[in-house]
C-alpha cells in the first residue's frame, strides 16, 4: 500500500471508538509464559471497553472490511477517540501504529505486560500500565485501563491534521465538501484529494450572508469554488483571500432611510435577491415581490433598513418600481405624498371591475390580479381563496386557475400595506357571474325602457 494512502485521514473522529493497536494470537512473555492476544482481547480488553458504553475495534475485528491489514489499521487509528497501545511484545506493525497515533496527537493508553522492553523514546513520554496474565493481575489491569481510558477522554487535546507538502501555498480550486459542521465545512479538492481545508464562516465570500448554520448552507458532495491557502497554521479554504472587504464602504454608501436603486437577479423559493447600485446584496421576501410582479432583471427602488458587517447582511424593503425607458414608471406618485410612493388614486371599498390573473399561488391560497383601469396602482391586487366563488375556489383547489384567466371582482379594500406603508396592498373578492351581470346590466334611474333593450313588457 502507498503511503499516501495510508496518511489520508477521514472526515471525522469517533469520540466512542478505542481502537486496540496490538500483537495477535499466542506470544511468549517476558517470563516465559505464553499468552494468547486474541483472548485477552475478547475477554478483557474488549469487555472493559463495552462496560464503559463505548466501542472497541482492532484492525483484524472490522467486520466486512477489504482493507489491507496496514490500511485497516490507519484508519482504526484515525477514526478512534482513544488508542490503546500494548508494547508487551515487539512488533513493527505495533511500533508503526504507535507512531501513528503520537503523529495525530490522539489520545493513547500505553500497556504493557510486566517485564517487557519498552522503547526508549517512550519511557518519560507516556506513563505506560503494567499488567500480569494471572488472576489477581487481570482484574487489577482492568480497572487500571478503565480509569487510564476515562482521563484520556477528558484531556481533549486537539488532533493533529496532516497535510501533504506540495511546496505550493496557494491554490485556486474547486472543493468538494467532505461534511459540515455549524461553524465551518471540511473540504477536498477535486483534482487532488491530498489537498484538503476547513472553510469557516470568516473564509466565506464577502458577498454571501454569513449563515448561523453551515450545515445547512453547504450539502455534503456539494461543490465550492475558493483558494487552499497554506501558511504556519495549516492549510485552509477560502473565497475571500486576496480580496478587498467591501462592509467599511457599504455602510458608508447606505444609511438607514436610504433610496437606493436595485435590480432582481434571482427569484426562487427563499425570497427574491436583488444587486444594489454601489454594490452589495439584498433579499425582498417572496410575498412582496409576488405583490410588485417582479421577475428577473426588473429595477426596483429599496428602501435601506440595516447594514450588518458582521453577518454581512443589507436589509432592504421594497419601495417602487424604477421607471422603464419606455415611458412612465409604474407608480405615479401624488404630489402630497412625494415622500410616500403610493399611486395617485386608488379603486374604492365595494367598486366592481374585471381583471387578469397574472399568477395563481396554490401553495399560499391566493392569485394575483391586474386590475382593467387601474394600471397606475403598480402592481398587482390580493384574491384570497376564502374571497373566491364556490366554483371558482373548487377550480383553484385543482389547480385548474391560471395566468390569464378573466375574473370579475369587488374591491374590499385599498391603501397602504400594513406591513410596508410604502407600499399600496389591494385586496379583492370574486363577484359571481350573476351578481357582476346583474348590477352591470341595472339600468340607471329614469332611463326609458327602451333604451336598456328589452319592451315594455319585459320591463314590467
Excluded at 471525522?12 to 499468552?35: H, K, Q, S
Excluded at 482481547?41 to 475485528?61: I, K, N, Q, W
Excluded at 436595485?262 to 427569484?267: E, H, L, P, S
Excluded at 370574486?430 to 346583474?438: D, G, I, L, M, Y
Amino acid at each position: 500500500m502507498e503511503l499516501t494512502e495510508m496518511l489520508t485521514r477521514g472526515p471525522a473522529v469517533d469520540d466512542e471508538l478505542v481502537f486496540f493497536a496490538m500483537p495477535y494470537g499466542e506470544r511468549t512473555l517476558p517470563n516465559d509464559e505464553v499468552a494468547d492476544f486474541d483472548v485477552l482481547y475478547e475477554r478483557y480488553f474488549a469487555e472493559t471497553v463495552r462496560s464503559m458504553g463505548l466501542t472497541p475495534e482492532r484492525a483484524d475485528r472490522i467486520p466486512g472490511t477489504t482493507e489491507s491489514p496496514l490500511s485497516a489499521a490507519w484508519n482504526g487509528v484515525d477514526r478512534a477517540g482513544v488508542v490503546v497501545i500494548d508494547l508487551s511484545f515487539p512488533s513493527t506493525s505495533v511500533a508503526m501504529e504507535l507512531g501513528w497515533a503520537m503523529c495525530l496527537h490522539k489520545q493513547a493508553v500505553v500497556i504493557h505486560h510486566e517485564g517487557a522492553v519498552v522503547p526508549t523514546n517512550i519511557i518519560g513520554q507516556v506513563r505506560a500500565i503494567k499488567y500480569r496474565c494471572d488472576m489477581n493481575g487481570l482484574p487489577d489491569m482492568q480497572e487500571a485501563l478503565r480509569l487510564a481510558i476515562e482521563e484520556a477522554r477528558k484531556q481533549g487535546t486537539p488532533e493533529m491534521d496532516l497535510r501533504p507538502r506540495t511546496g505550493v501555498r496557494n491554490v485556486e480550486a474547486i472543493a468538494e465538501v467532505v461534511w459540515t459542521a455549524a461553524d465551518h465545512i471540511y473540504v477536498r479538492d477535486v483534482q487532488n484529494e491530498l489537498r484538503t481545508g476547513v472553510m469557516r464562516r470568516t473564509d466565506m465570500d464577502y458577498l454571501e450572508t454569513l449563515p448561523d448554520d453551515m450545515a445547512k448552507r453547504f450539502r455534503e458532495h456539494s461543490r465550492v469554488r475558493g483558494i487552499f491557502v497554506t501558511d504556519e497554521n495549516g492549510t485552509r479554504f477560502s473565497q475571500r483571500h486576496g480580496k478587498t472587504n467591501p462592509w467599511p464602504s457599504f455602510e458608508m454608501a447606505y444609511q438607514r432611510g436610504a433610496l437606493v436603486r436595485a435590480k432582481v437577479t434571482q427569484i426562487n423559493r427563499g425570497g427574491c435577491f436583488v444587486e444594489l447600485e454601489d454594490g452589495g446584496k439584498s433579499r425582498l421576501s417572496t410575498a412582496a415581490a409576488e405583490a410588485a410582479g417582479l421577475d428577473h432583471g426588473s429595477e426596483v427602488r429599496v428602501r435601506v433598513h440595516r447594514v450588518d458587517p458582521a453577518g454581512q447582511r443589507i436589509e432592504v424593503t421594497l419601495a417602487d418600481r424604477v421607471p422603464t425607458a419606455g415611458g412612465l414608471p409604474r407608480t405615479a406618485l401624488a404630489p402630497a405624498n412625494a415622500g410616500r410612493h403610493l399611486p395617485l388614486l386608488l379603486p374604492r371599498p365595494g367598486d366592481q371591475c374585471e381583471g387578469t390573473v397574472t399568477k395563481p399561488v396554490n401553495e399560499r391560497g391566493f392569485v394575483l390580479v391586474d386590475l382593467d383601469g387601474w394600471s397606475d396602482i403598480g402592481q398587482p391586487a390580493f384574491l384570497h381563496i376564502s374571497r373566491m366563488t364556490s366554483e371558482l375556489r373548487e377550480r383553484f383547489n385543482a389547480g385548474a386557475v391560471a395566468k390569464g384567466d378573466r375574473l370579475r371582482v369587488e374591491v374590499v379594500s385599498a391603501g397602504p400595506s400594513p406591513r410596508d406603508p410604502e407600499r399600496v396592498e389591494v385586496r379583492l373578492r370574486e363577484v359571481s357571474t350573476h351578481a357582476w351581470t346583474a348590477a352591470a346590466a341595472a339600468p340607471e334611474p329614469g332611463t326609458p325602457a327602451s333604451e336598456t333593450g328589452m319592451s315594455e313588457g319585459q320591463a314590467a
